[in-house]
C-alpha cells in the first residue's frame, strides 16, 4: 500500500503538516502594502490632515505615513488646521482624518464647516469602535464621507495614506468588499451629487 501521502502530511517532524489548499481553492495570501512614493521633498506640502489625539493610532499613521513617504500633518482645533491649510497656498487637503471620539476637535460640529468650505475636493474619513453605531449614522448625517471601525480603518490605512498622499493622477485605493458595501450609498452621494450640493449648518 502506498503511504506515501503521510510523509506530505508529516512535514519537517515536528507534528505539523504541510497544509495545501485544496484543488479550486487560492492559497491564503498575507496583504501587501502598496508602493512607498517618491521621497518627500523638504519643501513639499501635506496633503493629508489628522484630528487624532489617540496615542496609538498617531504613532500608527506616523509610522505608515513614514513608510510611504507620505506627509501627514496633525491638527488640534479647527484653527489650528485653518493657518496650516494657509501655509498650503491654495491648494486644498486631499483626506482628513477624524478620530470620532476626539472630544477636543468636536467631529460633529466641525465635520460639515469642513465639507461647506471645501466642497468635494476633500475627503474625509472618521474611525470609531464597532459598537458605536448612533455615532457613525451622525457622522454620516454631518458629512462624513466614510465611517470605519478602528480594524478596518487600521487594515486600510496604507492604501488610504498612499492614495491621498499621491499627486492627483495616482489616486487609486482598494477597499475590502464589507467596508465597500457599507460605505457605498455615501460614496455614491458624494461623488454622484451637484457640486453646490453639500451639507450646510442650520
Same mark, same amino acid.
Given at each position: 500500500? #502506498?503511504?506515501?501521502?503521510? =510523509? ?24 501587501? #502594502?502598496?508602493?512607498?512614493?517618491? =521621497? ?7 496633503? @493629508? ?53 476626539? =472630544? ?6 466641525? @465635520? ?11 475627503? @474625509? @474619513? ?25 480594524? =478596518? ?15 492627483? #493622477? ?23 451629487? +451637484?457640486?453646490?450640493?453639500? +451639507?450646510?449648518?442650520?
Amino acid at each position: 500500500m #502506498d503511504h506515501s501521502y503521510r =510523509a506530505a502530511l508529516a512535514g519537517n517532524g515536528n507534528g505539523q503538516g504541510a497544509r495545501r489548499p485544496r484543488p479550486g481553492f487560492a492559497a491564503p495570501f498575507a496583504p501587501v #502594502d502598496p508602493e512607498p512614493l517618491p =521621497a518627500l521633498r523638504e519643501d513639499s506640502t501635506s496633503r @493629508i490632515f489628522a484630528f487624532v489625539d489617540d496615542l496609538f493610532f498617531a504613532a500608527k499613521i506616523q509610522e505608515t505615513a513614514r513608510k510611504l513617504n507620505v506627509k501627514v500633518e496633525f491638527a488640534k482645533s479647527d484653527k489650528d488646521l485653518a493657518e496650516r491649510m494657509l501655509q498650503n497656498g491654495e491648494e486644498k487637503p486631499s483626506l482628513i482624518i477624524f478620530d470620532l471620539n476626539n =472630544a477636543n476637535a468636536k467631529p460633529l460640529t466641525l @465635520i460639515p464647516k469642513l465639507k461647506a468650505k471645501l466642497k468635494k475636493g476633500t475627503s @474625509i @474619513i472618521g474611525f470609531l469602535s464597532h459598537v458605536q453605531g448612533d455615532l457613525k449614522q451622525k457622522a454620516h448625517e454631518v458629512g462624513c464621507d466614510m465611517v470605519l471601525p478602528r480594524s =478596518a480603518f487600521s487594515q486600510n490605512l496604507p492604501n488610504l495614506l498612499r492614495r491621498h498622499g499621491a499627486p492627483e #493622477d495616482e489616486s487609486d485605493m482598494v477597499l475590502p468588499r464589507s467596508a465597500f458595501s457599507q460605505n457605498l450609498p455615501n460614496l455614491l452621494r458624494r461623488h454622484g451629487a +451637484p457640486e453646490d450640493e453639500t +451639507p450646510t449648518l442650520q
